[in-house]
């Protein structure tokens, strides 16, 4: 009975050894995992943009100066032709844009490595166009007049040599802006068009069209000069072979006289 006791003391004594031991070797565990798994590295957030939205706000029915705009009929836009900011892959420094033909995208450019990427439709065959320029000009609601060239091809146009007023169906739709090389018109337009199920198509003389909500947020991006690359793809390749001298198919008869012009 005398030893009962002592024996118990002798236990206590032991577990509590050991239960410190124990604990001792979870703090060291502890605190080696600590000091050896890194922190995962902060993710960047993408470039916030208040014009963004979901697609249906984006292409909803709007006035603009005056003009009634209809919704673009986005369930039956491909998704990949909306409006949106992505990584750049054009390599170019911010504020300049580039049209790529091969997949009918234009990209303007923007800081920290991403563009804003929009839908377009080119022109024809036989009125394609690559090379570069530069967006010298720019008119909202541009009044479109046919160049004799177009009345001659297509003589229902006659009714317009003195221009058509601007609205929703013409062909220059909400916004145009004017490129050009070395001081001249190339007759190249980025302009916004009625017929938005012809993007991601070759539809039109020469020029870039698109939606007429796009081309109104394009417009409000540029206030001056802006560099323009048109290139039949993006590869090495494609950035050399964009250099040309030719002008583009004529759209319209030249730079209105009310436009602004760009510095």
């Known amino acids: 009975m005398s030893d009962i006791p002592l024996f118990s003391e002798r236990l206590s004594r032991r577990a509590f050894l050991g239960a410190s031991a124990l604990g001792a070797a979870s703090v060291a565990l502890s605190a080696c995992t600590t000091m050896d798994v890194a922190p995962p590295p902060p993710v960047a957030a993408p470039p916030s943009d208040p014009a963004f939205g979901d697609t249906a706000s984006m292409y909803a029915a709007r006035t603009d100066e005056g003009y ?31 049209v790529d033909v091969s997949e009918h995208f234009l990209y303007l450019v923007r800081d920290g490595g991403k563009a804003i990427r ?34 001659q091809r297509r003589p229902e146009l006659a009714k317009y040599k003195d221009g058509m007023p601007p609205g929703p169906q013409s062909p220059l739709g909400a916004r145009a802006l004017y490129l050009f090389r070395d001081g001249k018109d190339t007759m190249y337009r980025l302009h916004g068009t009625p017929e938005w199920d012809s993007i991601g198509k070759n539809a039109s003389s020469g020029c870039v069209r698109f939606m007429n909500q796009d081309i ?25 072979s964009a250099v040309s001298n030719r002008t583009a198919e004529p759209i319209d008869a030249g730079v209105p006289r009310d436009a602004e012009m760009l510095k």
């Open 118 to 151: 929009y839908g377009v439709s080119l022109g024809k065959a036989g009125f394609g166009w690559t090379g570069s320029a530069v967006v010298q000009a720019r008119k909202k609601w541009p009044v479109w007049t046919p160049p004799p060239e177009m009345i």
């Open 68 to 98: 009634q705009l209809p919704a673009i009929p986005v369930t039956k836009l491909d998704p990949k032709f909306v409006r949106q900011i992505v990584d750049d892959p054009t390599g170019e420094k911010p504020g300049t844009i580039v």
């Open 216 to 240: 109104i947020d394009l417009y409000s991006r540029v206030n001056g000069v802006a560099p323009v690359f048109v290139r039949p793809n993006l590869s090495a390749a494609g950035k050399i």
